[in-house]
């Protein structure tokens, strides 16, 4: 079973940063993709950035910077000049595989990031 541990969510004024951390746990399991993805009230969770493990990026927003460890088996999101509008809960995700090659999708249990307006 992996579990994924999210660091770094809070409070911050508008036009700060904050940095979210997650890290992988388990065993018999290698990661392929993993990312970021974002959710409000009443609305469908969106993608903010993924990574996949030879470093390809993708995002939602130039402002976020994504990236990987690969030995630690962590993503971290580097988040700049945030805005009221980034507030929400932002999850970390992982694509990974089992011993027998079976892909399979985990999710962190969110973080809470607050942009007063």
């Known amino acids: 079973q992996v579990q994924l541990v999210e660091s770094g969510g809070g409070l911050v004024q508008a036009g700060g940063s904050l940095r979210l951390s997650c890290t992988a746990s388990?065993?018999?399991?290698?990661?392929?993709?993993m990312g970021w993805f974002r959710q409000t009230p009443g609305k469908q969770r969106e993608l903010v950035a993924t990574?996949?493990?030879?470093g390809t990026t993708n995002y939602a927003d130039s402002r976020f910077i994504i990236s990987r460890e690969n030995s630690k088996k962590t993503v971290n999101l580097q988040m700049n000049n945030l805005k009221p509008e980034d507030t929400a809960v932002y999850f970390c995700?992982?694509?990974?595989?089992?011993?027998?090659?079976?892909?399979?999708?985990?999710w962190g249990q969110g973080t809470q990031v607050t942009v007063p307006g």
């Open positions: 990574i996949a493990r030879d």
């Open positions: 995700y992982v694509s990974a595989w089992d011993l027998k090659s079976r892909n399979f999708d985990v």
């Open positions: 388990g065993r018999s399991f290698s990661i392929n993709n």
